[in-house]
């Protein structure tokens, strides 16, 4: 195999155990993979919390926007009963709880996911990211061997790369950059080391096709990416179909992040793409 390919658990083990919470992120540790990546949001009192949407409602017992609420408020929320009876009780993470647990893992990346931006919380999303990489190098999760930050907003990457040198962590965003918020005013590819490559049906806002035929972007996206010097990237959620790992590994694919950390690991491995360990 002439390329390194990676496999991130996404939001912990998605699939099996509620997103974002501290039983999914340690039950992704015993599988067989490269990273976890999961999602961060400060709150009203300046506390660092795990959670994808920046709203309660979806994935807990509670609603409210995070960045309104204290941290003591967030806390009462449950993030297992929705999933499941068997998680009633389980917390929404804060964020030190994450870097605690995976301080003890120095073998596995952290996919940081960045989900405050300064296209509609204004300083407050700068804020929110600084106070969350202090804590990364405060538990030792630093280096771009360590630690990927995610961000869809163009403004959050341009702040990181103002601040921080290059070897502090990588950078991953998206294509198209119309996924972009802030596309429009500043190019976002300029800033990336990694890309998530999606398949929309849709012209990207340079005007090149997206084809519409499969939920895998034609070669030339990967090929034009990695060429570009970024590592080519896929997401693919709740998805167990053997056919588009491997379209998506033979298009140019290297780093996975899928809600079934299982069975893409068992399914990379099968078609030759990435040898589990065990």
């Known amino acids: 195999m002439d390329k390194k390919v990676t496999l991130a658990a996404h939001r912990g083990w998605r699939s099996k155990y509620p997103e974002n919470t501290m039983i999914s992120f340690k039950k992704a540790l015993t599988l067989d993979i490269d990273a976890i990546e999961m999602d961060v949001h400060m709150t009203k009192d300046y506390h660092i919390v795990v959670c994808h949407d920046a709203d309660l409602e979806r994935t807990t017992d509670k609603t409210g ?25 389980e917390k929404v993470p804060t964020f030190e709880e994450f870097l605690q647990l995976m301080a003890t893992r120095p073998d596995i990346k952290v ?50 790369r103002t601040r921080y040198a290059k070897d502090d962590f990588l950078i991953h965003g998206f294509y198209p950059k119309a996924k972009m918020k802030g596309y429009e005013a500043d190019d976002p590819y300029k800033y990336y080391d ?29 090929t034009e990416f990695s060429l570009m010097g970024m590592k080519p990237c896929v997401y693919y959620k709740f998805n167990s179909d053997e056919e588009v790992y491997r379209q998506a590994y033979e298009n140019g694919a290297i780093g996975f992040t899928c809600d079934h950390p299982d069975i893409c690991g068992e399914i990379l491995d099968k078609i030759g793409a990435r040898k589990l360990k065990r």
């Open 194 to 222: 990694e890309v998530c490559l999606f398949n929309s049906g849709e012209k990207d806002p340079q005007g090149f096709p997206i084809q519409r035929d499969s939920v895998v972007a034609d070669k030339a996206r990967f």
């Open 111 to 160: 996919m940081l996911e960045l989900k405050d931006y300064p296209e509609m919380l204004g300083d407050f999303a700068y804020a929110s990211a600084e106070l969350s990489l202090s804590l990364c190098r405060q538990y030792g999760i630093w280096g771009k061997d360590r630690l990927i930050v995610i961000t869809f907003s163009t403004g959050i990457c341009a702040w990181l």
């Open 65 to 89: 926007a995070i960045c309104n609420m204290p941290l003591e408020e967030v806390r009462q929320a449950d993030a297992g009963i929705k999933f499941g009876e068997e998680f009633k009780g």
